[in-house]
């Protein structure tokens, strides 16, 4: 029998027959706005609070200091929650020839020093391997990645980006910690995800959406996909209160 991993968003479970599967790899997807880092750090305290889960935060985007500072209006604790940022910054060649390099700050981590990349030659391998070492040593039991996008930002080949993102879930799987990878759904695109790949590799697929009615903005949450497990199939309201993010399943975002 498959043992399932709560969400923690009140409402959610629910609507997919108690929770995700263990060592599944989630696409949390939405537009800029939509709560995709409170789903995912909710997510996270839920494993800790309630089961001593191990979770790992891993972000390309927001210094720690920043996003606990952030999360902190919830009254979340995040003392157990490691976040590990991973933000490249750009560094400006002396000559001015469009060399430009990165520096990623593997030396808060790893002891080593911060390696420093030029742009053309960027690869996404190191990245991983310290992800991996770092979930294993930690025994990781929930991870977020935050996000897919940011990741692949730098490489500009569609071909290599989907082998990337390949090799990313096929990382996750052989961990085996309950994984949400978070993606911008570019507005207005067919796509659900920046590549237009991701939703068919990963094992679910959660969109949360921010839409507009009358004067006001209002969230909704769709289960498109959850691999070999009953869900509903309703675009739910949702809502972002004091205490994090609520789901209804019983009430619709739009009107039917």
């Not at 990165?102 to 030396?107: D, E, G, M, Q, T």
């Not at 879930?169 to 085996?176: A, H, P, R, S």
């Not at 570019?186 to 697929?205: C, D, R």
Request: charged share 30%; with cysteine; net charge negative.
């Amino acid at each position: 029998m498959t043992n399932m991993t709560t969400v923690g968003i009140p409402g959610l479970d629910e609507m997919i027959e108690d929770g995700i599967p263990d060592g599944y790899a989630i696409l949390v997807t939405g537009g800029p706005g939509t709560g995709k880092s409170t789903f995912a750090m909710q997510f996270l305290c839920e494993g800790e609070k309630k089961f001593g889960e191990k979770g790992l935060y891993i972000t390309f985007e927001e210094e720690p200091d920043n996003m606990r500072k952030n999360f902190s209006k919830y009254g979340w604790e995040l003392d157990d929650i490691e976040i590990l940022c991973l933000k490249p910054k750009r560094v400006e060649s002396l000559d001015k020839k469009g060399d430009d390099s990165f520096i990623i700050p593997w030396s808060a981590y790893t002891g080593k020093k911060d390696s420093k990349f030029p742009i053309s030659s960027f690869s996404i391998k190191d990245v991983k391997t310290l992800i991996k070492k770092k979930a294993e040593e930690e025994n990781v039991v929930r991870l977020v990645l935050d996000s897919l996008s940011s990741l692949v930002l730098l490489e500009e080949d569609k071909f290599k980006v989907r082998q990337e993102i390949h090799e990313i879930v096929d990382m996750l799987e052989e961990l085996g910690c309950t994984s949400l990878i978070l993606s911008e759904m570019p507005e207005g695109a067919a796509t659900l995800s920046k590549f237009g790949v991701e939703e068919f590799l990963l094992q679910g697929v959660i969109i949360i959406y921010n839409t507009k009615k009358g004067s006001k903005r209002v969230r909704g949450l769709e289960i498109l996909k959850m691999r070999g497990r009953k869900h509903s199939d309703k675009i739910c309201l949702m809502e972002m209160g004091d205490n994090g993010i609520v789901v209804y399943p019983e009430e619709s975002l739009f009107s039917e």
